[in-house]
């Protein structure tokens, strides 16, 4: 994209340091590695990363069509 550190590190709103911490393989917080992602227009390559969503136990349960019971 021939943008200068300080210019992507403006656009993902990142310190300069943590920027120069991703380029050379050091840790980073996953929040600072997607604002990077998303400043440089890949935000949607992060959604192919990700396993499709699931029914959570209760939708689970109306998909059956049981009937929730008393306990006594």
Not at 12 to 20: H, I, P, Q, R
Not at 31 to 45: M, S
Request: hydrophobic share 35%; no cysteine.
């Amino acid at each position: 994209m021939n943008l200068k550190q300080r210019e992507l590190a403006d656009r993902a709103a990142v310190s300069s340091d943590s920027l120069s911490s991703l380029e050379n393989g050091k840790p980073v917080t996953t929040a600072t590695l997607v604002r990077v992602i998303q400043a440089l227009g890949h935000g949607e390559a992060l959604q192919e990363l990700l396993p499709p969503p699931t029914p959570g136990p209760l939708e689970l349960q109306k998909l059956a069509g049981k009937q929730r019971q008393r306990v006594r």
